[in-house]
């Protein structure tokens, strides 16, 4: 069933882990490539990957279970909760609106640029980039683009946002919100938003360019540490457990992963749909993705078989021939 997958893999040169399961029980495990190319360390199933905007949907996690604890409601405004921060944001966008790239705000990060994904693109030193507060300078001064609830429009900056009130809300560095909110419940142990100047043992480095091509990393190009709209690490085995906890209602209540998976907007990007942090795709896969300089990953889950997706690569394209391969098999 997965030959062409491997083939691909071998092919394409691909670096990183793919894994398939059902319910937990391994189907297919391909690993391939380095995590450092300096030291020639390779890869394993247990190496920790970034996940660049798969990490979306933790912060949305993290947000219900805020919404959930009473916190705050998501048709909160958001001036509620921002104080006199980002004044250019309208008055009339929600929490809601954030979380499913229906706000309008003006977006640091367009995605809609022709540049290359390799790039140099933040507009501050990238090492002050810590907590999500440090992150007003970033999303600042940015007009609103069109008014909220019109229509969908991908927005990074609208999980900034997200990750700076979760962070003053909970009165708790947002690496850490995530962590005790979601990572512990799904037993996530190998997880986190790490330091890209210090990375620990075992997680992979993140490399701009295909191997042998150029081995420049991507730490001068990323935020040192990420917030709401990217930046966590995790390994295959982790996203597996997570993928599981999160329907099984261990992270947030059974209510709220409907929510999740119920469209607020369709016709995106083909046939695609979005849900409330997730991605909705053909045949009722629940999917996370990235792609950043250094960083490709997909991520899926099929409620109703069970069967989970994780291929995760430390170079910019590296993912994405073989993610192709496997849902075409």
Excluded at 156 to 168: C, D, K, M, P, T
Aim: charged share 20%; with cysteine; hydrophobic share 45%.
């Amino acid at each position: 069933m997965f030959d062409d997958v491997d083939a691909v893999a071998e092919s394409e040169g691909f670096s990183g882990v793919v894994t398939v399961d059902v319910d937990g029980v391994e189907e297919l495990r391909v690993v391939r490539g380095l995590a450092d190319r300096r030291w020639g360390i390779p890869n394993a199933v247990e190496t920790a990957f970034a996940l660049a905007s798969g990490s979306k949907g933790f912060t949305a996690l993290a947000v219900l279970s805020l919404v959930e604890d009473g916190a705050f409601a998501l048709d909160t405004p958001v001036r509620e909760l921002r104080g006199d921060d980002l004044p250019l944001i309208d008055p009339l966008v929600t929490v809601r609106h954030l979380l499913t790239h229906r706000s309008g705000i003006g977006d640091y990060l367009d995605e809609g640029d022709d540049g290359a994904i390799t790039d140099y693109v933040m507009g501050v030193p990238v090492h002050t980039l810590v907590n999500a507060a440090d992150f007003l300078p970033v999303v600042d001064g940015f007009p609103q683009v069109f008014p909220p609830g019109e229509r969908f429009a991908y927005c990074n900056g609208g999980f900034v946002v997200l990750s700076i009130i979760a962070e003053r809300v909970s009165g708790m560095p947002f690496a850490d919100l995530v962590a005790q909110r979601v990572f512990e419940p799904a037993g996530m142990r190998n997880s986190g938003y790490f330091r890209s100047d210090a990375l620990p043992t075992g997680a992979a480095v993140g490399y701009l360019f295909a191997p042998g091509d150029d081995d420049r990393t991507n730490v001068l190009h990323l935020p040192v540490r990420g917030v709401g709209d990217g930046g966590a690490y995790a390994t295959a085995g982790d996203l597996s457990r997570f993928w599981r906890a999160l329907f099984a209602g261990a992270i947030v209540s059974k209510d709220a992963v409907a929510l999740l998976s119920t469209p607020t907007s369709t016709g995106v990007e083909g046939s695609r749909a979005y849900g409330t942090g997730f991605w909705l795709d053909d045949g009722g896969r629940v999917a996370l993705e990235g792609y950043d300089a250094g960083v490709s990953y997909y991520g899926s889950h099929d409620p109703a078989t069970g069967r989970s997706v994780s291929v995760l690569s430390n170079w910019s394209d590296g993912a994405w021939p073989v993610a192709r391969a496997l849902l075409s098999s």
